[in-house]
């Protein structure tokens, strides 16, 4: 417990303000304050979407202001925008560590499909903004070229290894890179965004743990024998 300290021009006690401090420190360190703006952010909008979600519940979570976070991002929508952004960025830098390149093109395709499975799996709200986003239909994606560089190296990286794969004679020809990322897509995203309606329905719930492991090999079984010859 803080204990009162005294002036010395006076005997009555003066309490200690440690949330001024902190509210200082915060100030002074502007990358964190937005880095915890984001996280904070990225909870409201993919639980209510850019119509539901609201700046006062998102300040007072991070113990700012509606000022200082309309002064990092302009608005509203420049904040979700920033989420939007920050979400994409993420998944792109991790899938880039994957390092497709340097494995053999079946192993290759199979780490993407299994890296994505997980991926969405780990990262529910990222589905849910997504689907959000859609919602929406693109309005703020279409006015984002970061999101939209990011995801050229991802069509890339698919078609290195697809073209790396025909010249093997693994793979089969005349399948284009994007239909392929989105099977990929497709797939993994709709075992988050329907897991619990399709739960309910076909009584899958119980052992979810299990379902996933033996889903997740299924699915990358399904693009493989898409791909392959």
Known sequence: MNQPVHSAKSSKPVAKVPAKVATTSRTNDPARTMADILRVATEEFADKGLSGARIDAIAEATHTSKRMIYYYYGSKEGLYLAVLEESYRKMRSIEAELRLENLE?????????????????????????????????????????????????????????????????????????????ASISALTFFNVSNQHTFGLIFKTGKNRALNAAVRRNSIADMVMRFVLK
């Open 105 to 181: 093109p079946e192993a290759a395709l199979r780490a993407l499909v299994e890296f994505t499975f997980d991926h969405h799996s780990g990262n529910e709200d990222y589905i849910r903004l997504v689907m959000n986003e859609n919602i929406e239909r693109g309005t703020y994606l279409a006015q984002s070229k970061t999101i939209q560089e990011l995801n050229v190296p991802a069509i890339r990286a698919i078609q290195s290894l697809y073209e790396r794969g025909v010249k093997k004679g693994v793979f089969r020809t005349g399948l284009d890179p994007v239909d392929i990322h």
